[in-house]
């Protein structure tokens, strides 16, 4: 399998639940990334991960928790999420931080909050 | 202020013809990243071209062509011959040189290419 691949592809969840989303690039890159994506608003970026070590905490509540054990691999736990929290959720990969590595995205968790 | 301006909510566009879909920046950053993405109705994001701050010329991938006007601060995507299949949400990002690794994106503007 090629690209970045996440799961599920669809998430219901009440506020009270623990999930996770998890997100797998095959693409031998060095950098993951964390976006929100909410009707309405440009993407937000959520977490940069890069050789598997956070960079980038653009201020996400705690109710979002990252996970990176290694560079291949990404995952967003989700516990006492808000009806607000309610988007479509994608992970990115890049071969680097750098100005001219773009980004490769997987199709995205759609995210509701019950 | 907005990094990112992208002025049309949507766009219409007749199949075979060229659509021009704007772009402007903001940022005191000498090195900059111009990217574009497509997103269709599925959700995936995908890449389409990138323009860095020092390069001369425009780029070009197959149809899509980035018109960069450096001193307007404007990356325009230029798309030729259109399709049906280009239907879709576009965005312009841009990664500034002292952004670390951070992609900031537009709000989007929403083609639709008419048969």
């Known amino acids: 399998e090629t690209g970045v691949t996440q799961t599920p592809r669809h998430l219901v969840m009440g506020m009270t639940n623990k999930k996770s989303l998890k997100c797998e690039q095959h693409?031998?890159?060095?950098?993951m990334y964390w976006y929100k994506q909410s009707a309405k608003k440009p993407l937000e970026l959520m977490f940069v991960?890069?050789?598997?070590?956070?960079?980038e905490n653009n201020s996400v509540p705690s109710r979002f928790s990252p996970e990176c054990p290694n560079s291949s691999h990404l995952f967003l736990h989700l516990h006492t999420l808000q009806p607000e929290d309610s988007a479509l959720y994608l992970c990115?990969?890049?071969?680097?931080?750098?100005?001219?590595?773009?980004?490769?995205f997987g199709n995205g968790t759609r995210l509701t909050v019950t | 202020a907005q990094k990112i301006t992208q002025t049309q909510p949507g766009m219409f566009v007749q199949e075979k013809e060229a659509v021009t879909l704007d772009c402007t920046y903001d940022?005191?950053?000498?090195?900059?990243?111009l990217f574009w993405y497509k997103q269709p109705s599925s959700g995936e994001m995908i890449f389409l071209i990138y323009?860095?701050?020092?390069?001369?010329q425009n780029a070009t991938e197959g149809r899509y062509s980035l018109n960069f006007q450096k001193a307007r601060k404007s990356a325009n995507l230029v798309i030729s011959a259109s399709q049906l299949g280009d239907s879709a949400m576009y965005f312009c990002?841009?990664?500034?040189?002292?952004?670390?690794?951070?992609?900031?994106f537009g709000d989007g503007t929403t083609l639709t290419v008419k048969p």
């Open positions: 693409l031998g890159h060095n950098a």
């Open positions: 991960y890069n050789f598997k070590e956070q960079t």
């Open positions: 990002a841009m990664r500034e040189g002292k952004g670390a690794g951070k992609s900031t």
């Open positions: 990115a990969s890049s071969q680097e931080l750098g100005l001219g590595s773009p980004l490769h």
């Open positions: 940022t005191s950053d000498q090195s900059y990243g």
């Open positions: 323009q860095g701050s020092y390069d001369e």
